[in-house]
C-alpha cells in the first residue's frame, strides 16, 4: 500500500492518509491480520506528525477497520462483505457525481463521457 498526500488540497493530511487506508482495507489490498506501519514509520515516510497518524489510525479504530494490539500495533480486522460493498458503491457514486460536473463543465457529451470511461477501462 502506497499513501500519497496533496498538501494544495482543503482535505486535512489525517484524513487523507485515512481515507486511503480505508480504501486498501475494502478494495482488499490489506486483509485480515496485516500490520499496519507503525505510528512513527508512517509519520517519518510521509512526513507528518505522530499525532496526524495517530488521529487517522484511531478514527479507523473507531471505524472497525483497524484494532490496536497493545505491543503488537495496529492490525486490519475482518470486514464484513456488505459493509465492503457498500462502501465501494459509495465511492462510484461520488466519482460518478464529479466526473459529470466536470463534463458539464468541459462541454462533454454523454457520448464523450461514455467513450472516455470505456477507453480508461480498456487501458486497466
Not at 475494502?26 to 510521509?46: D, I, M
Not at 495517530?54 to 483497524?66: H, I, P
Not at 492490525?75 to 459529470?100: F, G, H, K, M
Not at 463534463?103 to 477507453?119: F, P
Request: glycine share 6%.
Amino acid at each position: 500500500m502506497r499513501i500519497i498526500l496533496s498538501s494544495t488540497t482543503s482535505v486535512p493530511m489525517y484524513e487523507q492518509i485515512k481515507t486511503q487506508i480505508r480504501h486498501a482495507i475494502h478494495a482488499g489490498e490489506l486483509t485480515e491480520g496485516v500490520l499496519l506501519p507503525s505510528l512513527r514509520q508512517l509519520a517519518l515516510e510521509l512526513r507528518v506528525s505522530v499525532i496526524t497518524v495517530t488521529r487517522a489510525y484511531n478514527d479507523l479504530v473507531a471505524e472497525g477497520l483497524v484494532r490496536n494490539d497493545h505491543g503488537r500495533g495496529f492490525v486490519v480486522r475482518a470486514v464484513d462483505a456488505d459493509q465492503v460493498d457498500a462502501a465501494l458503491a459509495e465511492r462510484l457514486a461520488r466519482a460518478t457525481d464529479e466526473l459529470i460536473q466536470a463534463a458539464r463543465a468541459a462541454h462533454l457529451t454523454i457520448g464523450d463521457i461514455h467513450g472516455k470511461v470505456e477507453d480508461a477501462w480498456n487501458r486497466h
